[in-house]
């Protein structure tokens, strides 16, 4: 099936315009992701919100970690792009009974809806939404659905049956509902869907980030209570995760479902998910920041490939989950790394990957942003068969590197709304961004290259430089700092 396509044409209105002198390749595929992404803007009748976002694979279903993963580049233009509003179609069909002629495809796909909520607040500053999604009990319901349903459920908003499974040690899950849908880490189907042979570390790993993000909402609206039992949940899964740490090969892997609970040494960017969550220690977290500058693992020209090089279930033409470049576990990895001292390794992989992308985008026909990339040369993945190539205008979340990854890792902004802070750490020569949004704040700043910023706000802002923090009023600015 074709998506539905946006009959407004798209304008640059309210999208924050960057700047980067040197690569205006990287600017021309950021405005393509875009408009591409406006194609994907829906409006349409009987469902729970509208409009929202459509995910680019199926005009009748919807993913929860598609819609999850767009909400991180919607948060940069959130009056023209409704990302966070289409978790609503979620909520309101599995926890409030409404209709909708929407499938959900897998109620069990990562659960992402917590992370999700809490960057768009730190973005928007919305303290109101968070406080009504959690008074709704949405990302409380869904974290207990996490860990109680049955393998082999099917609801009525879907037509695909569970597979999650919580045990002691861990998640049984498999490649479809985890979402790397032909991954080789598992294999041996179960009769409820489920790959048997393994407990999937990143499943533990995202209901962690669930608590840890459910806490931190909670500490937001001041509902103490509620934060202090996600930070006990959080706790009790950090030591679950910690269960999938190799220390020999300094990595995290999968485990064998049954007795001695041997490591399934895959190596995939799923081992990324307990940094991001808050599962890693300064040693683990160094270690991963590592792998990805090894170009025999997930680093080199074209990094995060989806099965890591020197793997054996590596493929080189991409073969969907056993090598393709994904920019959702991309995006994921570099937030992780960004976040937890490993900023300059996240910045200089996205901008490797994003160089990738606008050299397919100019040398491959048709030109367009694809669903996954080849690890080896400028091109699309191939799909599950390994012969036909993946889906094209994929915006849907393959827009999060050309938007989020450019303007986080490649420019260098880190938006606090509730702070009243934009960090940046600048990449140097003629650089900056025009109407970024902090809250309601717009900041406009770029670098003239040897160390002038101009500067200028329509409220008061903390903009903090290379670690050096300036109290801005409304108005026009000149600062001077060392090149």
């Given at each position: ?276 969550a808050g599962a890693s220690s ?24 989806s099965v890591a090089r020197d ?136 670098d003239d290259g040897e160390g ?32």
């Amino acid at each position: 099936m074709t998506s539905l396509a946006n009959p407004i044409p798209f304008d640059r209105t309210g999208i924050p315009e960057p700047v980067l002198d040197s690569a205006p390749h990287l600017i021309e595929l950021y405005w393509t992701a875009w408009a591409m992404a406006w194609d994907h803007v829906v409006e349409r009748d009987g469902v729970a919100r509208s409009p929202y976002m459509d995910e680019g694979f199926d005009p009748e279903t919807i993913w929860i970690w598609d819609t999850c993963f767009m909400a991180h580049f919607c948060k940069y233009a959130p009056q023209r792009f409704p990302g966070i509003e289409s978790l609503e179609n979620f909520y309101q069909v599995m926890y409030d009974g409404a209709a909708s002629p929407l499938s959900i495809q897998h109620p069990d796909n990562p659960p992402l809806f917590a992370w999700s909520e809490e960057e768009y607040a730190r973005h928007t500053g919305d303290v109101a939404r968070v406080a009504r999604i959690l008074e709704g009990g949405y990302l409380q319901k869904h974290f207990a659905f996490f860990d109680a349903v049955q393998p082999g459920s099917v609801f009525p908003y879907s037509i695909v049956p569970t597979a999650v499974e919580r045990t002691d040690r861990g998640y049984l899950w498999n490649g479809i509902c985890s979402g790397m849908d032909n991954t080789p880490r598992a294999s041996e189907l179960t009769e409820h869907g489920t790959y048997g042979d393994i407990l999937w570390s990143d499943a533990a790993a995202q209901q962690a980030l669930s608590a840890r993000s459910i806490a931190r909402l909670a500490e937001l609206v001041g509902d103490h209570g509620l934060a202090g039992e996600f930070r006990a949940r959080h706790a009790e899964l950090v030591n679950l995760v910690d269960d999938f740490w190799d220390p020999e090969e300094g990595m995290y892997y999968d485990r064998a479902s049954t007795a001695p609970f041997d490591f399934h040494r895959v190596k995939t960017p799923a081992a990324y998910w307990p940094l991001l969550a808050g599962a890693s220690s300064t040693e683990q977290a160094a270690k991963l920041a590592d792998a990805l500058e090894d170009s025999a693992v997930f680093g080199g020209d074209v990094p995060w490939p989806s099965v890591a090089r020197d793997d054996p279930a590596f493929r080189a033409t991409g073969h969907y989950w056993r090598g393709g470049v994904w920019i959702p576990l991309a995006y994921m990895s570099g937030r992780a790394l960004a976040d937890t001292g490993h900023a300059a390794t996240a910045a200089r992989a996205a901008r490797r990957l994003l160089d990738h992308m606008a050299r397919t985008y100019s040398d491959y026909n048709p030109p367009t942003i694809w669903e996954a990339y080849s690890p080896n040369r400028p091109a699309p993945s191939t799909g599950k068969d390994d012969q036909y190539i993946v889906r094209p205008d994929f915006c849907g979340w393959s827009a999060l590197a050309p938007i989020a990854m450019l303007i986080e890792h490649v420019l260098g902004f880190r938006v606090d709304a509730i702070q009243n802070e934009v960090v940046w750490t600048r990449p140097g020569g003629v650089a900056g961004i025009r109407g970024l949004w902090c809250g309601t704040t717009s900041l406009s700043v770029t670098d003239d290259g040897e160390g002038l910023l101009s500067v200028q706000t329509n409220g008061p802002l903390r903009l903090t430089v290379d670690g050096t923090a300036y109290d801005l009023t409304a108005g026009c600015h000149t600062v001077r700092t060392a090149t």
